[in-house]
């Protein structure tokens, strides 16, 4: 018996093999059945052998046993946006999920990436600013979209422009460049206790929103400098194990950022921004975390929990930053 590939995939199915082969070969060229084994079951054959695109897979359709997980996808590189098009309509149809990134899981369960060739070229700009733009745009896409890709590469960085904010007395002043990564508003439980504790020092601002929510404006480290008061700052943690810590400026208590450990971003107060000028919120985060039966308006997303698109933003941000983390002002310690 001849073999006519010394390698290749299986993926184990509980029944529909030959149907789904089938359905494969007629999407992708280059791509044809090879052998079809009933071993005993005649109505739906155990194995079948295929190439997709010259690679050798195979299906072997064996019962309930194992299930298909994103864990095991196959990847498609596509020449344009119509075979992209193509291929994720075909795929996505008949019940068909469609998920992130280029992922799509199709109607027999298994997973599958929608590639645009013009992606990992865009990837492998020697530009870091470049990779950054189009990893964020990347991440926040179901379907690619390869005219978003290139108008995400040649997007000009304003970093020219800066912001000057302020704590609610003038004494702490900072200057932030260029846009910021994000601007939400919060509600987990942990931004709401940390505004109650800080709010019952002497004078200090409102924190929390009429809706229990806390307006942060995200902004890359590197993009942010302290212009006078950075000394008079003093942070706080809600217990010893929490990984984050707040910064409140002491001369009028004005909450002026949160720092994740290992964090290459500030969540700057929204409270330092005059009113009106602080950038509109794009989306709440950890709407899960507020106590039942609270209402929020939909305005904007509200989101349960950090969603991909939020982490998206954030990674992006950091491969533009060469994965740096700058430092912040050294500080003490206020007791909250």
């Known amino acids: 018996m001849e073999h006519a590939a010394k390698v290749r995939t299986c993926l184990w199915f509980d029944k529909g093999g030959v149907e789904a082969a089938r359905e494969y070969v007629s999407l992708v060229p280059n791509s044809r059945i090879e052998t079809v084994r009933e071993n005993g079951q005649p109505d739906d054959p155990m194995v079948v052998e295929f190439t997709l695109a010259g690679a050798p897979m195979m299906i072997l359709t064996a019962g309930p046993h194992y299930k298909l997980t994103p864990a095991a996808s196959i990847s498609i590189l596509t020449e344009d946006q119509d075979e992209t098009d193509r291929l994720w309509d075909a795929l996505t149809k008949n019940g068909g999920e469609p998920g992130h990134c280029g992922w799509v899981v199709d109607r027999f369960g298994v997973s599958w990436q ?10 492998a700009s020697d530009d870091p600013a470049v990779v950054g733009r189009v990893s964020a745009a990347m991440m926040q896409m179901g379907k690619i979209d390869i005219a978003a890709l290139d108008a995400a590469a040649a997007q000009e960085v304003r970093m020219g422009e800066t912001t000057e904010i302020a704590c609610s007395c003038g004494r702490t002043r900072l200057e932030v460049r260029g846009d910021p990564i994000d601007s939400v508003e919060c509600c987990c439980a942990s931004c709401r206790e940390a505004a109650k504790r800080m709010q019952r020092l002497d004078r200090a601002p409102q924190v929390l929103t009429e809706h229990g929510t806390t307006p942060f404006v995200i902004c890359r480290k590197d993009r942010v400098r302290f212009l006078a008061g950075a000394d008079g700052l003093k942070t706080f943690r809600l217990s010893p194990q929490h990984a984050t810590k707040r910064a409140i400026a002491t001369c009028c208590n004005t909450p002026v950022y949160l720092e994740f450990k290992g964090g290459h971003w500030l969540s700057l107060y929204g409270g330092l ?33 950090q969603n991909l698109r939020f982490f ?10 060469g994965f740096r983390n700058p430092k912040t002002p050294a500080t003490g310690e206020i007791n909250v």
Not at 282 to 305: W, Y
């Open 114 to 123: 929608i590639v645009p060739k013009r992606l990992p070229d865009l990837l």
């Open 273 to 305: 921004w005059p009113d009106g000028t602080m950038p509109a919120p794009t989306m709440r985060t950890m709407a899960s975390d507020l106590p039942e039966g609270a209402v929020l308006p939909d305005d904007i997303p509200n989101a349960k929990t």
């Open 312 to 321: 998206a933003k954030l990674f992006g941000a950091w491969v533009a930053m």
